[in-house]
């Protein structure tokens, strides 16, 4: 017989990030600038 793994219950982690890894994902995000055109996206990271 098969066995239904959704049934399971998900573990749930405590996961903390590094201040740096926060900072970088804001400071990435904060930079990221996504230009659509006709049928095209352009991603543009302005440092």
Same mark, same amino acid.
């Given at each position: 017989? !098969?066995?239904?793994?959704?049934? #399971? =219950?998900? !573990? @749930? #982690? %405590?996961?903390?990030?590094?201040?740096?890894?926060? @900072? &970088?994902?804001? %400071?990435? @995000?904060? =930079?990221?600038?996504?230009?659509?055109? #006709?049928? #095209? @996206? &352009?991603?543009?990271? =302005? %440092?």
């Amino acid at each position: 017989m !098969a066995k239904i793994y959704s049934k #399971k =219950a998900l !573990a @749930s #982690k %405590n996961l903390k990030p590094k201040k740096e890894v926060v @900072s &970088f994902l804001l %400071n990435y @995000s904060q =930079a990221l600038t996504v230009v659509k055109t #006709k049928g #095209k @996206s &352009f991603d543009i990271i =302005a %440092n």
